[in-house]
Structures are given as C-alpha cells and as structure tokens.
C-alpha cells in the first residue's frame, strides 16, 4: 500500500492543498456570514437568508473539505512517515485545534438558527482571525519545519 502512495504523492499533496483552500476559505466565511446575521433583524428574511447560506457553506463546502483535508493529510503523513517528526506533531495539534474550532462554528450556526446571539459581532471579528494565524503557523511549520 505505502508503494501506491508513494507514486500517487505528488496528487495526494496537490489535492491535500485544494480541498485545505476550501476549507480555509470556509473558516474565513462562516464567522464573517456570523457578523452579518447577527446585524440582521432577528426573524427577518435576511436573517433567515443568512441561516440558508450558513447551512450551504457547512454542508456544502466545510464539512466535506475538512473530512477530505484529514484522510488525505493521513495518507500523506503516512507516505513520508510524518508520525516520528516533531513539525508534524505540532502542525497535527494546529488541525485538531481547527477542527474544533469548526466544531463551534457548527454549533454556533445552530444558535443562531434558533434566533440567539450570545457573540457580539465585534467578537465574533475577532475570533474570525483565529484560521489565519492557524494557517500561517502550519505554513511555516510544513515549509521551514523549525524542528528538525
């Protein structure tokens, strides 16, 4: 199996990096689709345009992209025996650390579906910066790979 992996690399690596730009651009949205909810008038028809648009980004893009990011990132682990290389272990906790975060924008999405809004929108800006500093470090860590 590792020998069919090996000489399917460079695809898994190219598709790895499609479908992490996918959802990335999901993690930038969703929190950014958030903001512009909250500002709507509660039981609007913006608002429940929002919901719409928020459930289509989740289930069409997000979900999808994440669950292919984590079985083609394994596989790629896997190819080059990633498991033993310290880089790696920390640009795996950065993707755990992701995952959840897209764990509570799931949820988050379900609380303003039913019409809270426990975030201010000024927070919920702030937060929205949290998958590009995620992304920047798993750069630097796959890239320059600072340990060893």
């Not at 682990?77 to 790696?88: H, L």
């Not at 798993?138 to 890239?143: A, D, E, P, S």
Request: hydrophobic share 55%.
């Amino acid at each position: 199996m590792s020998e069919t992996l090996a000489l399917a690399y460079p695809w898994l690596k190219a598709a790895h990096l499609i479908f992490v730009i996918f959802w990335m651009a999901g993690l930038f949205m969703l929190p950014r689709f958030f903001v512009y909810h909250q500002e709507a008038p509660e039981g609007s028809d913006e608002a429940k345009a929002w919901v719409t648009r928020e459930d289509k980004l989740a289930t069409i893009i997000m979900n999808p992209s994440m669950l292919i990011v984590w079985v083609l990132g394994l596989a790629l682990a896997y190819t080059v025996d990633a498991w033993m290389q310290p880089w790696f272990h920390a640009k795996l906790l950065l993707v755990v650390l992701l995952s959840g975060y897209q764990g509570w924008l799931m949820s988050y999405r379900k609380k303003l579906a039913a019409g809270e809004r426990p975030i201010s929108g000024r927070r919920m800006r702030m937060l929205n910066e949290i998958p590009g500093i995620a992304v920047a470090l798993i750069v630097i860590l796959v890239i320059v790979r600072p340990f060893g």
